[in-house]
């Protein structure tokens, strides 16, 4: 048995080339949750929507990137390769020759988005026979029985319906652990929630799932006998245990969730028997999803929000979605400003999606060009009274929710008046 010091020297020297330790720890790709042919029902515009779901597909290829130039024995799919039993079979092709072109092991189980049972993907016989002939090394594994390959023991724990009330690792807890070879690195392959970390699928609410849904027990699973547990269910990047993670989806599919949001990677490590395997993080992601908080007030605001949008995204265009969360108070002219840039970041982002209310009101130049109309009483009065009621309003600390619809309306009814003053000013 190799140390944790020497097996780190080795895949040191492994990754470098060199010729005598390529061979000395198996090396394998953990990877799930591809969910290739997700719908994004979100997206309204169809060619974006495609971008998306072919992002997708071109991770495949990324993985294959990842698996040659980190000279993998075997790639493993901890589930939810696909995403539904619907998946048009150009799709299920053109995956499946990527998949194909890796030649090395493909090990995968089903999850829950693409369970192994009657009515799934994978009991399709368009997909049976695509997979026959375009990716011969892929073992889809749909029994709970040890799998030996070149250089390890994998125990698959594959689902079989969606929503299953029973641990599908719980056949493991049973095994005789004599009739198998001492020598060989064991990994478990599963998909699904932990005991103690409230994983999930990212389309649903976890609060209407019941607790025992496809849930794993890593207490059952006797880790003086596993070497390593390769998970698949939650998107993100996590350790949940000291040979357990789940690699979160190689192509990121949601905004991030704070600081521990790590999505968009596969993981890569070397395996001895005996020995706690510390993977190595490889990014896979093709798309950039962006959380931007602002609050807007002032031209330097907006002066600001441009400089971060430049930094963070730039000239790219069709690879970036954001999420822009906003509040405060523009001008009119500045509002004009903030609108335009937004619809900029519409065509040439992917998708943007705007949280909060940016208030709009005419700042002290354009209020006066109504007030100070010698020529028309009428709309000076009226604005000088709108504005008065507004800063009525804004004496009181709370407004209910009468007075902050009363506040929107007078909002509104001011620019509402300067547009047509501009327009009386430009007749004239």
Not at 186 to 195: D, E, K, N, T
Not at 394 to 409: D, F, G, N
Request: glycine share 6%; hydrophobic share 35%.
């Amino acid at each position: 048995m190799i140390s944790p010091e020497g097996a780190s020297e080795i895949a040191d020297s492994r990754q470098h080339g060199d010729p005598e330790c390529v061979a000395a720890l198996p090396r394998f790709l953990h990877t799930a949750d591809w969910q290739i042919g997700k719908p994004f029902r979100n997206i309204t515009d169809p060619q974006k929507r495609f971008r998306l779901q072919q992002q997708r597909i071109l991770s495949v290829s990324r993985i294959a990137a990842v698996a040659e130039e980190h000279n993998v024995d075997a790639v493993l799919v901890a589930g939810d390769l696909f995403d539904s039993s619907t998946v048009p079979s150009a799709v299920v092709m053109e995956v499946l020759e990527v998949i194909g072109s890796m030649n090395r092991p493909v090990l995968v189980i089903p999850g829950n988005h693409d369970h192994g049972g009657a009515g799934g993907v994978w009991q399709r016989q368009d997909v049976q026979r695509q997979l026959k002939e375009r990716a011969p090394l892929m073992q889809l594994l749909l029994k709970p029985e040890p799998v030996l390959i070149d250089h390890a023991l994998v125990l698959p724990c594959p689902l079989l319906r969606q929503r299953n009330s029973e641990d599908p690792s719980a056949w493991i807890s049973q095994l005789d652990w004599q009739d198998l070879a001492e020598d060989c690195p064991r990994i478990v392959l599963a998909h699904g929630a932990v005991h103690g970390f409230g994983s999930t699928d990212y389309n649903h609410d976890s609060a209407g799932q019941s607790e025992r849904i496809n849930r794993i027990d890593l207490d059952m699973i006797q880790h003086g006998q596993v070497d390593y547990i390769a998970l698949g269910d939650w998107h993100n990047l996590k350790q949940v245990g000291d040979r357990a993670w789940y690699c979160g989806t190689p192509e990121p599919d949601r905004f991030d969730q704070g600081d521990q949001d790590q999505r968009g990677q596969v993981l890569v490590f070397d395996i001895d028997r005996g020995t706690c395997p510390i993977p190595k993080s490889v990014s896979t992601a093709g798309l950039h999803w962006h959380n931007l908080r602002v609050q807007l007030r002032t031209t330097s605001d907006l002066d600001r929000l441009e400089r971060t949008l430049q930094q963070r995204i730039g000239s790219r265009v069709g690879r970036d979605l954001l999420r822009l969360e906003i509040n405060g108070q523009l001008s009119l002219r500045e509002y004009q400003r903030f609108d335009a840039l937004i619809e900029v970041l519409r065509t040439q982002l992917l998708h943007v999606r705007i949280k909060g209310t940016c208030h709009r009101r005419p700042g002290q130049e354009e209020l006066r060009a109504m007030t100070d109309r010698s020529e028309d009483h009428l709309i000076s009065s009226i604005a000088l009274q709108l504005q008065g009621e507004l800063e009525n309003l804004e004496l009181t600390k709370t407004l209910t929710t009468e007075q902050q619809s009363e506040a929107e309306l007078i909002e509104l009814a001011l620019c509402e008046l300067h547009r047509l003053c501009s327009e009386s000013s430009l007749n004239n």
